[in-house]
C-alpha cells in the first residue's frame, strides 16, 4: 500500500520562506502524479500544486503563482514544495496526495486517491 508521508511544516514570519517534503514508501514518482493540497478548519481542501509522473510538468493554483515551487528527486522518492513570500493566508494543514495516471496533473482533489497526514505551516507575525 502506498504511504506518503509530509514534513517541513512549522512556523514563520509573514514573507518567510518554508519547504515542504513528501516522501513515498515506493518508487512511485514514475507512475503517480504528486499534488499537493491545503485545508483550514471549516474550509474545503483546496489545491495548491501538483506534478506529473509522465513528463514532469507542474499546475499551480493562482494564489500561489510566482512564489511556491513543485520539484521532485526520484532517487529520494521525494517530492518538495518550495514556498517563498508566505502570506497569513497560505497558513493551513498541507497535504500531498498521489493519483495512479500517467497523464498530465490536475489539482482537483477527486483525482487523488492516496493521501499523507498533512503538516502545518503557519506563517504570522
Known amino acids: 500500500q502506498l504511504q506518503l508521508v509530509e514534513s517541513g511544516g512549522g512556523l514563520v514570519q509573514p514573507g518567510g520562506s518554508l519547504r515542504l517534503s513528501c516522501v513515498a514508501s515506493?518508487?512511485?514518482?514514475?507512475?503517480?502524479?504528486i499534488g499537493w493540497f491545503r485545508q483550514v478548519p471549516g474550509k474545503e481542501r483546496e489545491g495548491v500544486s501538483c506534478?506529473?509522473?509522465?513528463?514532469?510538468?507542474?499546475s499551480y493554483a493562482d494564489p500561489v503563482k510566482g512564489r511556491f515551487t513543485i520539484s521532485r528527486d526520484y532517487a529520494k522518492r521525494t517530492v518538495y514544495l518550495q514556498m517563498n513570500s508566505l502570506k497569513p493566508e497560505d497558513t493551513a494543514v498541507y497535504y500531498c496526495?498521489?493519483?495512479?495516471?500517467?497523464?498530465?496533473?490536475?489539482?482537483?482533489?477527486?483525482?487523488?486517491?492516496?493521501w499523507g497526514q498533512g503538516t502545518q505551516v503557519t506563517a504570522s507575525s
Open positions: 515506493e518508487f512511485t514518482l514514475d507512475y503517480y502524479n
Open positions: 506534478i506529473s509522473a509522465n513528463d514532469g510538468s507542474v
Open positions: 496526495a498521489a493519483e495512479n495516471r500517467y497523464l498530465d496533473c490536475s489539482i482537483s482533489t477527486a483525482r487523488y486517491e492516496y
